[in-house]
């Protein structure tokens, strides 16, 4: 079991790494230029983060998280579980978010500011702040 939860903690720093990272380009791409060469670079560094990192790290943690669960590492009527689980949400609505904003941006159809995407870079940090507190304290 103890490879179980190193793989799932492997999961979540490469998947929390992608939802950091993945607003931060978009800050700089809302300010380029569509056509150009920085917006078609941006274009493929975000589509490249999201499908060969983000989404594959994503999988990975709700697999392992589950493993976890099955293999009796967690209570599943904890308290803490409960809530950590409907901030795991959170983060996937999150991921769902800027899978959004990728599909957008490469069709240079992007709604929104560099500030929108400084703002919602910060939301990713706050739960994976909640979450951590849940897992380490178990509170309830």
């Keep these: 079991m103890e490879w179980v939860k190193a793989l799932h903690v492997i999961a979540v720093i490469a998947w929390m790494a992608g939802m950091l990272y993945l607003p931060r380009l978009f800050v700089y791409h809302a300010v380029a230029a569509p056509g150009s060469e920085q917006s078609e670079t941006f274009k493929v560094m975000e589509r490249r983060l999201l499908r060969a990192i983000m989404t594959p790290a ?34 996937t609505a999150c ?23 400084r703002i919602i870079n910060e939301v990713p940090t706050v739960l994976m702040i909640a979450i951590v507190i849940l897992v380490v304290v178990k509170p309830f």
Aim: no cysteine; glycine share 12%.
């Design 58 to 91: 994503m999988i990975a943690t709700y697999l392992f998280g589950f493993w976890l669960v099955v293999g009796g590492w967690a209570d599943p009527g904890a308290g803490w579980l409960h809530l950590k689980l409907a901030l795991v949400l959170g983060l």
């Design 95 to 117: 991921h769902g978010l800027l899978a959004r904003y990728t599909r957008l941006f490469a069709a240079d159809k992007n709604p929104r500011s560099q500030k929108f995407f």
